[in-house]
C-alpha cells in the first residue's frame, strides 16, 4: 500500500445505521468496502455537525486526497472551501439539492459553494452530471459519472398482482401517489408492500401510514427491509413500482433488473437512464392517472406483462455491478 492510495471519506451521521437506509449511505458503504478490497486505505468519518466536518478535514495532508458526501459537502460549504486550498476533494454528489421542489436556500447555495471548490465532483447519473451543468454548478471537465451497482439475487417469482415499492417513506418518492393510483384499482387483484425508512419525513411517513390503513391488509409498509428480507421481497414481487417525483437514479430499480423483475416508473431523473435495457414502462411524474393507467394495463393486459418480463429477464444480464462502480471510482482518484 502506498501513501497515494491513503484517502478520508467523510459522510453523513448514521451511514451505518440500519434504521436509517438510503441510497446514498447504501453506495456509500460499497464504496468504502469496495475500495478497501482495492488496496486503499479509506478513513471513514461520520460527520454529526459542522465542528466534525473542520475536525475532519483539516486532518488531511496537504495533497491529500478526502472523498465528501454530497450532503455534507452542502451542509457545511465553508469546510470544503478551507480543504480545497490544501487537498484534492472530491465530492461525491448523489442529488442535485437545487433540482428538488421545496429545497432550502442554504442546501443551495451550499451546494453551489462545494461543488465549485471541489477538485473532482463524481454524478451518480448522466442525468445528474447533466444538470450540474445546466445549471452551471460543475464545469464537465471536473465531472465523472459512477453510476450505482446492483445486488445480485434469485429471479423473481411473484405474481401478476404483487407489488413492490421501495425507498426511503419521503414526498419526493412519491409513495402517496402510488396509493391514491392503487384507490382506483380496488377491484383488481393486488396486494402492496411498501419497504423503506420511515424516519426522513415522519409528518409525511404518518400520512402514508393512515392512508395505508385505508387498504389493509392489502398494502403493507414494512420499514426498513434488511438483506435476506429485502432479498425475499423482490423474490415474492412481480412487479417495482417506482412513483418518485425527483430522482438521480434509483438504486432499487437497478436491483429489480438484477432480478428480472419488471418496473413501472416515473420518466423522472435519472429513471429512464436507469431502465435502460428495458423491462420497464415509464409514466408521466406526479400523474396519479397515468400510474392508475399503467397498472391497471400490467395487471389486465397479458401481452404486455409478457413483453416487460421478456425485457426484464435480458436487462438481468445487463445490469450493473458494484465492481464497475468501484472501479471507475478508482480510477478517479488515482487520477487525482
Known amino acids: 500500500m502506498t501513501h497515494d492510495r491513503v484517502a478520508r ?33 479509506i478513513a471513514m468519518h461520520e460527520a454529526s455537525d459542522a465542528d466534525a466536518v473542520a475536525a475532519a478535514l483539516d486532518d488531511v495532508p496537504s495533497r491529500g486526497t478526502v472523498l465528501v458526501d454530497g450532503l455534507v459537502a452542502a451542509w457545511h460549504p465553508g469546510a470544503i472551501e478551507a480543504a480545497a486550498s490544501r487537498a484534492r476533494v472530491v465530492v461525491l454528489a448523489h442529488m442535485v439539492a437545487s ?25 451518480t447519473s448522466n442525468w445528474t452530471a447533466a444538470e450540474f451543468v445546466r445549471r452551471g454548478l460543475v464545469d464537465e471537465r471536473r465531472l465523472t459519472v459512477a453510476a450505482p451497482g446492483s445486488v445480485d439475487g434469485p429471479l423473481s417469482q411473484g405474481g401478476v398482482g404483487e407489488l ?19 384507490g382506483g384499482l380496488r377491484e383488481l387483484e393486488w396486494s402492496c408492500t411498501i419497504a423503506g425508512s420511515p424516519e426522513v419525513d415522519r409528518d409525511f411517513t404518518r400520512q402514508i401510514t393512515e392512508k395505508a390503513s385505508t387498504f389493509a391488509p392489502r398494502v403493507r409498509m414494512t420499514g426498513v427491509l434488511r438483506s ?22 434509483g438504486m432499487a430499480i437497478a ?20 431502465v435502460s435495457g428495458g423491462g420497464a414502462l ?32 435480458r436487462a438481468r444480464r445487463r445490469a450493473p455491478r458494484w465492481a464497475d462502480t468501484v472501479a471507475r471510482v478508482d480510477r478517479l482518484l488515482e487520477a487525482a
Open 255 to 274: 436491483d429489480a433488473q438484477r432480478r428480472g423483475l419488471p418496473v413501472i416508473a416515473a420518466a423522472v431523473g435519472g429513471i429512464p437512464e436507469a
Open 99 to 123: 433540482a428538488f421542489a421545496g429545497a432550502d436556500a442554504a442546501s443551495i447555495e451550499g451546494e453551489r459553494r462545494s461543488l465549485g471548490h471541489a477538485t473532482r465532483v463524481i454524478a
Open 282 to 313: 415509464l409514466v408521466k411524474p406526479d400523474d396519479v392517472d397515468a400510474l392508475a393507467d399503467a397498472l391497471r394495463s400490467w395487471m389486465t393486459d397479458p401481452i404486455l406483462r409478457a413483453r416487460l418480463r421478456a425485457e426484464a429477464s
Open 164 to 182: 413492490l415499492c421501495v425507498g426511503a417513506v419521503a414526498r419526493h418518492k412519491g409513495q402517496d401517489l402510488l396509493l391514491e393510483a392503487l
Open 228 to 249: 435476506a428480507a429485502l432479498v425475499d421481497a423482490y423474490w415474492r414481487s412481480g412487479l417495482l413500482v417506482a412513483p418518485s417525483r425527483t430522482e438521480s437514479f
Open 9 to 41: 471519506f467523510v459522510v453523513p451521521e448514521g451511514v451505518n445505521d440500519p434504521e436509517r437506509v438510503s441510497g446514498g449511505n447504501v453506495y456509500d458503504r460499497r464504496l468504502r468496502d469496495g475500495l478497501a478490497a482495492l488496496g486503499w486505505d
